[in-house]
């Protein structure tokens, strides 16, 4: 059995949480930086985290290593609009589940929680290109809508050439039809 880390764990989800609330400011969309992550807290998700934690990585890698599944990441993923995995839903045309493009709030929030997580996990190691790093390595098996996909990647390329100040001003900029 894994010792319990409930201390480091709740430091961890919290300093990752004020990084988010931090860059959604910055992305203009304090409430979504508020309301960020809360389900954390919850037993479902904080007991799980506790227990597996990592440190270095999420601790659902963890609990999907124990029982080849995490259940915490279900809970959050369902709860939680930023995440491009709640943003499936069965297509009747090809009758497989299929990525729903995701709305422009959700979609910033999803970059401020990767900057943030990315800082967090790599602590000193964090350059503007980690996040791109992470989300190229399972992009092209990744369930998410392309319009969805593209604008993220496109926001993670222009952090790595242009850094947080340009591309958080862009964001702030950006209409829910703007094309990429």
């Known amino acids: 059995m894994t010792d319990m880390h409930p201390i480091k764990h709740f430091l961890t989800i919290t300093r990752h949480r004020h990084k988010v609330i931090a860059n959604c400011f910055r992305a203009g969309i304090p409430i979504r ?3 960020h992550d809360l389900s954390k807290y919850s037993p479902t998700e ?3 985290g506790a227990k597996y934690y990592l440190g270095t990585r999420s601790p659902n890698e963890g609990e999907r290593e124990t029982y080849g599944y995490s259940k ?4 959050h993923k369902g709860r939680n609009r930023h995440h491009f995995e709640y943003w499936t839903d069965y297509d009747p045309k090809t ?3 299929a990525g729903v493009e995701m709305p422009l709030k959700f979609l910033k929030e999803m970059f401020c929680d990767r900057v943030a997580a990315s800082k967090i996990y790599n602590g000193e190691n964090y350059t503007d290109s980690k996040p791109l790093e992470y989300f190229m390595r399972a992009k092209k098996i990744r369930l998410i809508h392309p319009k969805t996909s593209d604008r993220l990647e496109m926001l993670l390329r222009m952090l790595e050439e242009k850094g947080e100040k340009e ?3 862009y964001i702030r900029k950006m209409k829910e ?4």
């Open 46 to 48: 904080f007991i799980p």
């Open 72 to 75: 915490a990441w279900m809970h």
């Open 177 to 180: 039809n703007d094309n990429v």
């Open 95 to 97: 009758r497989q589940i």
């Open 33 to 35: 930086g508020l309301l």
């Open 167 to 169: 591309t958080f001003r």
